[in-house]
């Protein structure tokens, strides 16, 4: 009972356990049980002499017995010594009933005190895992979790420590008791397996309890909780690996037994799971987030592409990224063997300018060896450059920027030397980071070199654009003279025409009919004396005379038509129809759509010679048996269509040769255009060809 009261004195919640225990003691300590055995003894005297008295009184005295009568003697042995006896064997087993009763109802408070104790343990323990479930912010978690476990317990000052590989050493993390802020302020860092009983647990993983901590050697001593008397330490656990260690301490001596032990390393069990959920927690978040910031970085670069805002943007967004200071970028002349700083954020010193060789330094170091790199404490690192030796950023953390398995230089974050050391997970980030920033960086350069190119592109386009406006012009004027002389060329063509077919007019045809007259005179003159023979040889060759002057008429309306210039195209292409289908001998018809109305006399020859080429072709081509000549005449419109139903051609084909064969059709299109007019084939094998031409009346 001793023992409950020594471990539990200094504890609030025990209060009631000890008014309990110490009332049992109490009572244990009552005159009680003396008076049950006095009495056991001084009533069964009391009852004897009682006895003996009657016997003396009522068998001697009166009823004058002798004492020696066996009848006195069996009654006094009765009564003087059984009875008496019986009595005392009574109060005997009386008296040993209520000390088993009195033992049972210790036992029972002991019992109690124990049970009520595990109780509150297993609350406090239901609690932890309660607020370690529900909290996913580690420090509000330990804060929450030092705090409960000091005040369920009552202890003097409970303290979290956690490991950091990095430096193998033990860093508070939380406290809480009458210094718990003075302890935090200053920060307490211990040496894992070599300071104090929280190290020597962090590096053996086992409990160390202390009920006397003056008498521990591994006893570390904090001036500002120089009250402790006594200490147990327990390692935080997730698997087999220890991340911490949970201490408590109490300014009694042996406040703590083995049930503390066990308790505290459910505890520290359950902290250890809590802190691993919460910087699962946290690492999960610090990922999504950092993914969220590395779409938005994605999405920066792809709308900023201009080198010098590129270059700043992601500067700055990778010191937001890591919560740090300051960044800055290299760029890496494989030529010249030299690292440039090419822009920089927030940097202590003005790095504008700044060259480095690889090897030199944290940027240098990262370009010869590939690798990224950490440096915490710059100032005392072996490899630093005295280019930045003196400034405030102390925390180095940078990685190479590679372009297809090529180096083309690196970033460097920095941060103050107050600031939390940089970290793997800062690593990994900065990594991903990079990735995108080496394609921004070259989608920059490339689309420098393409901005460049273009404008050199453009600069070429305009005094090539500045070469083919005066070419376009010089052909334009080129073809107002090709057209121009076409023109003449055809007023000419059609004037010899003319003139030659005036000339065989007035000349051969007159000279035929003057020999045709003649021949007639001469059978006249010579009729009586003329034999039948010479009268049919002088027949024949006034019929041949007719014949040849009948070829040499035609020929002159081929030259040149005197109806056209007469009557106008309508009449001149009728006639032509009537000698088409005679000489041809295929039907055809001319049509005409609107009021007809004349052109001008170049231009009636121009559409009549067009319609002459195209019938021409139909007969020499088309094996047809039926042609078709339509003219409209719209007022704003003189539209000309001939088909026919002959074999047709291959457009296609002809478009590809055109250059070569169909040149009646070429010289045609030349015609038309010559005039402002437009002309169009439509042909199909076997399915005839179709040949229009417009001509708009303004451009007549």
Same mark, same amino acid.
């Given at each position: 009972?001793?023992?409950?009261?020594?471990?539990?004195?200094?504890?609030?919640?025990?209060?009631?356990?000890?008014?309990? &225990?110490?009332?049992?003691?109490?009572? !244990?300590?009552?005159?009680?049980? *003396?008076?049950?055995?006095?009495?056991?003894?001084?009533?069964?005297?009391?009852?004897?002499?009682?006895?003996?008295?009657?016997?003396?009184?009522?068998?001697?005295?009166?009823?004058?017995? #002798?004492?020696?009568?066996?009848?006195?003697?069996?009654?006094?042995?009765?009564?003087? +010594? /059984?009875?008496?006896?019986?009595?005392?064997?009574?109060?005997?087993?009386?008296?040993?009933?209520?000390?088993?009763?009195?033992?049972?109802?210790?036992?029972? /408070?002991?019992?109690?005190? =124990?049970?009520?104790?595990?109780?509150?343990?297993?609350?406090?323990?239901?609690?932890?895992?309660?607020?370690?479930?529900?909290?996913?912010?580690?420090?509000?978690?330990?804060?929450?979790?030092?705090?409960?476990?000091?005040?369920?317990?009552?202890?003097? $000052?409970?303290?979290?420590?956690?490991?950091?590989?990095?430096?193998?050493?033990?860093?508070?993390?939380?406290?809480?008791?009458? #210094?718990?802020?003075?302890?935090?302020?200053?920060?307490?860092?211990?040496? @894992?397996?070599?300071?104090?009983?929280?190290?020597?647990?962090?590096?053996?993983?086992?409990?160390?309890?202390?009920?006397?901590?003056?008498?521990?050697?591994?006893?570390?001593?904090?001036?500002?909780?120089?009250?402790?008397?006594?200490?147990?330490?327990?390692?935080?656990?997730?698997?087999?690996?220890?991340?911490?260690?949970?201490?408590?301490?109490?300014? $009694?001596?042996?406040?703590?037994?083995?049930?503390?032990?066990?308790?505290? =390393?459910?505890? *520290?069990?359950?902290?250890?799971?809590?802190?691993?959920?919460?910087?699962?927690?946290?690492?999960?978040?610090?990922?999504?987030?950092?993914?969220?910031?590395?779409?938005?970085?994605?999405?920066?670069?792809?709308?900023?592409?201009?080198?010098?805002?590129?270059?700043?943007?992601?500067?700055?967004?990778?010191?937001?990224?890591l919560n740090a200071r300051a960044s800055s970028?290299?760029?890496?002349?494989?030529?010249?063997?030299?690292?440039?700083?090419? /822009?920089?954020?927030?940097?202590?010193?003005?790095?504008?300018?700044?060259?480095?060789?690889?090897?030199?330094?944290?940027?240098?170091?990262?370009?010869?060896?590939?690798?990224?790199?950490?440096?915490?404490?710059?100032?005392?690192?072996?490899?630093?450059?005295?280019?930045?030796?003196?400034?405030?950023?102390?925390?180095?953390?940078?990685?190479?920027?590679?372009?297809?398995?090529?180096?083309?230089?690196?970033?460097?974050?920095?941060?103050?030397?107050?600031?939390?050391?940089?970290?793997?997970?800062?690593?990994?980030?900065?990594?991903?980071?990079?990735?995108?920033?080496?394609?921004?960086?070259?989608?920059?350069?490339?689309?420098?070199?393409?901005?460049?190119?273009?404008?050199?592109?453009?600069?070429?386009?305009?005094?090539?654009?500045?070469?083919?406006?005066?070419?376009?012009?010089?052909?334009?004027?080129?073809?107002?003279?090709?057209?121009?002389?076409? /023109?003449?060329?055809? $007023?000419?063509?059609?004037?010899?025409? &003319?003139?030659?077919?005036?000339?065989?007019?007035?000349?051969?045809?007159?000279?035929?009919?003057?020999?045709?007259? !003649?021949?007639?005179?001469?059978?006249? %003159?010579?009729?009586?004396? +003329?034999?039948?023979?010479?009268?049919?040889?002088?027949?024949?060759?006034?019929? %041949?005379?007719?014949?040849?002057?009948?070829?040499?008429?035609?020929?002159?309306?081929?030259? $040149?038509?005197? @109806?056209?210039?007469? @009557?106008?195209?309508?009449?001149?292409?009728?006639?032509?129809?009537?000698?088409?289908? +005679?000489?041809?001998?295929?039907?055809?018809?001319?049509?005409?759509?609107?009021?007809?109305?004349?052109?001008?006399?170049?231009?009636?020859?121009?559409?009549?010679?067009?319609?002459?080429?195209?019938?021409?072709? @139909?007969?020499?081509?088309?094996?047809?048996?039926?042609?078709?000549?339509?003219?409209?005449?719209?007022?704003?419109?003189?539209? %000309?269509?001939?088909?026919?139903?002959?074999?047709?051609?291959?457009?296609?084909?002809?478009?590809e040769e055109r250059r070569h064969n169909h040149?009646?059709? +070429?010289?045609?299109?030349?015609?038309?255009?010559?005039?402002?007019?437009?002309?169009?084939?439509?042909?199909?094998?076997?399915?005839?060809?179709?040949?229009?031409?417009?001509?708009?009346? #303004?451009?007549?």
């Open positions: 009972m001793n023992h409950i009261l020594t471990a539990t004195r200094n504890r609030p919640w025990s209060r009631k356990l000890i008014a309990q &225990a110490k009332h049992v003691l109490h009572w !244990e300590q009552t005159p009680f049980a *003396g008076i049950v055995s006095y009495l056991r003894w001084t009533i069964p005297i009391a009852v004897s002499f009682v006895g003996i008295a009657y016997i003396l009184l009522e068998e001697v005295i009166f009823q004058e017995h #002798s004492l020696s009568d066996t009848s006195v003697v069996r009654t006094v042995l009765v009564i003087g +010594l /059984a009875g008496p006896a019986l009595v005392w064997l009574t109060l005997t087993w009386a008296a040993r009933a209520a000390v088993a009763e009195e033992k049972a109802q210790k036992e029972l /408070a002991i019992r109690n005190a =124990q049970a009520s104790r595990r109780a509150l343990h297993l609350q406090t323990a239901s609690l932890v895992g309660q607020r370690a479930s529900a909290l996913l912010e580690l420090d509000a978690l330990l804060a929450q979790v030092v705090e409960l476990i000091l005040v369920k317990f009552g202890y003097y $000052h409970v303290h979290v420590l956690l490991v950091d590989k990095e430096t193998n050493e033990l860093v508070l993390k939380q406290a809480s008791g009458q #210094s718990a802020d003075l302890i935090k302020a200053r920060g307490l860092r211990l040496r @894992v397996g070599q300071d104090g009983i929280t190290g020597w647990v962090a590096g053996f993983g086992q409990p160390l309890l202390a009920n006397d901590v003056q008498q521990e050697p591994r006893y570390h001593l904090l001036e500002l909780v120089p009250g402790t008397r006594s200490e147990l330490a327990v390692p935080l656990r997730v698997g087999d690996q220890i991340i911490g260690v949970l201490d408590v301490q109490s300014n $009694h001596l042996n406040a703590f037994d083995k049930e503390d032990v066990t308790v505290l =390393q459910i505890l *520290g069990n359950q902290i250890g799971i809590a802190i691993e959920n919460a910087r699962l927690f946290q690492e999960t978040k610090r990922r999504y987030e950092a993914m969220i910031a590395l779409h938005e970085t994605s999405l920066d670069m792809i709308a900023q592409l201009e080198s010098g805002d590129l270059l700043g943007a992601l500067l700055r967004r990778a010191v937001s990224l970028l290299f760029l890496y002349d494989a030529q010249h063997e030299r690292l440039s700083n090419i /822009a920089r954020y927030n940097t202590y010193n003005d790095l504008t300018g700044v060259t480095v060789r690889p090897g030199e330094g944290a940027i240098g170091t990262i370009v010869q060896t590939g690798e990224p790199l950490i440096v915490n404490d710059y100032e005392n690192w072996t490899g630093k450059s005295p280019i930045f030796a003196g400034t405030p950023e102390t925390r180095v953390i940078g990685v190479p920027l590679k372009w297809r398995e090529q180096i083309m230089g690196g970033i460097l974050v920095l941060n103050d030397s107050q600031a939390r050391p940089f970290d793997q997970d800062d690593l990994w980030l900065l990594n991903m980071f990079t990735d995108l920033a080496s394609i921004a960086i070259k989608n920059a350069e490339l689309h420098s070199q393409i901005k460049d190119f273009n404008q050199r592109l453009e600069s070429n386009i305009a005094a090539r654009t500045i070469e083919l406006y005066k070419a376009k012009e010089e052909i334009a004027e080129k073809a107002e003279q090709l057209k121009s002389l076409l /023109a003449k060329t055809i $007023h000419i063509q059609e004037e010899e025409r &003319a003139r030659i077919a005036r000339d065989m007019h007035d000349g051969v045809v007159q000279l035929i009919a003057s020999a045709r007259y !003649e021949i007639q005179a001469a059978r006249v %003159v010579a009729a009586k004396t +003329l034999l039948p023979a010479e009268e049919e040889k002088l027949l024949a060759a006034r019929q %041949v005379l007719e014949e040849a002057e009948g070829e040499i008429r035609r020929a002159i309306y081929d030259l $040149h038509s005197p @109806v056209l210039d007469a @009557v106008g195209l309508v009449p001149a292409l009728e006639q032509y129809a009537s000698r088409f289908q +005679l000489f041809a001998g295929i039907t055809c018809d001319i049509r005409t759509g609107g009021v007809p109305y004349r052109l001008p006399p170049q231009t009636e020859l121009t559409v009549f010679r067009m319609i002459e080429e195209a019938l021409h072709n @139909v007969a020499s081509h088309a094996d047809a048996k039926t042609a078709l000549v339509v003219l409209d005449f719209a007022p704003e419109l003189f539209c %000309v269509t001939v088909q026919d139903d002959g074999v047709g051609f291959d457009y296609k084909r002809w478009i040149l009646g059709l +070429l010289a045609m299109r030349e015609r038309i255009e010559s005039l402002g007019g437009t002309i169009q084939v439509y042909s199909k094998l076997e399915h005839g060809t179709r040949i229009s031409f417009r001509l708009p009346i #303004s451009q007549i």
